[in-house]
T-cell receptor
Framework: GQNIDQPTEMTATEGAIVQINCTYQ??????LFWYQQHAGEAPTFLSY??LDGLEEKGRFSSFLSRSKGYSYLLLKELQMKDSASYLC??????????WGAGTKLIIKP | IAGITQAPTSQILAAGRRMTLRCTQD?????MYWYRQDLGLGLRLIHY???????GKGEVPDGYSVSRANTDDFPLTLASAVPSQTSVYFC?????????????FGPGTRLTVL
């Protein structure tokens, strides 16, 4: 079967750095997405990785290792507005997104 | 530019009733999707459409139907609602359904079936 694993919840301090991990087992791989979802709102796109390595975009970076079935999202200089759920999703061989359950990130002052 | 709109925002429905959730996008995207999101579970694909006039089944299609008469609209119908269909429903669209295009989401419809 297809499976995406992420931690359920993480807590971090304002101004710090946090890494959210995602491991996957899917039928085929055509890329990995990270989305941010604030409570009661729609998911919004953060990043897309299809090749191994680190993609940096401002305070957010995303890493992919296809051989390990592993990705992480790195958030730097955390702000209170970063409190949200972070969703990992893999594009499978049929170009359908398989979603993890999401990681709820709590930022404390 | 509105992006994707969904209606209604929320609805309480008696079991056995028929309900259509509406979704409209103004980005001229070819592909559209319906997901449901339940606590502790990832988004699950219900139905999708890669282009107007075509539809396909996702992971959890039973009890739901869709149509795609034109590019902009993609309604989701529950023919006879059951309590297990209580969920938050998101409509999404992307430029194409056969590539790695980003999916953009509507604001969601919160549906409660009693």
């Amino acid at each position: 079967g297809q499976n995406i694993d992420q931690p359920t919840e993480m807590t971090a301090t304002e101004g710090a750095i946090v890494q959210i991990n995602c491991t996957y087992q899917t039928s085929g791989f055509n890329g990995l997405f990270w989305y941010q979802q604030h409570a009661g709102e729609a998911p919004t796109f953060l990043s897309y990785n299809v090749l191994d390595g680190l993609e940096e975009k401002g305070r957010f970076s995303s890493f992919l290792s296809r051989s390990k079935g592993y990705s992480y999202l790195l958030l730097k200089e955390l702000q209170m507005k970063d409190s949200a759920s972070y969703l990992c999703a893999v594009l499978d061989s049929n170009y359908q997104l398989i979603w993890g359950a999401g990681t709820k990130l709590i930022i404390k002052p | 530019i509105a992006g994707i709109t969904q209606a209604p925002t929320s609805q309480i429905l008696a079991a056995g009733r028929r309900m259509t959730l509406r979704c409209t996008q103004d980005m001229r995207h070819n592909a559209m999707y319906w997901y449901r999101q339940d606590l502790g579970l990832g988004l699950r694909l219900i139905h999708y459409s890669n282009t107007a006039g075509t539809t396909g089944k996702g992971e959890v299609p039973d009890g739901y139907s869709v149509s795609r008469a034109n590019t902009d609209d993609f309604p989701l119908t529950l023919a006879s609602a059951v309590p297990s269909q209580t969920s938050v429903y998101f409509c999404a669209s992307s430029a194409s359904g056969t590539g790695s295009d980003t999916q953009y989401f509507g604001p969601g419809t919160r549906l409660t079936v009693l």
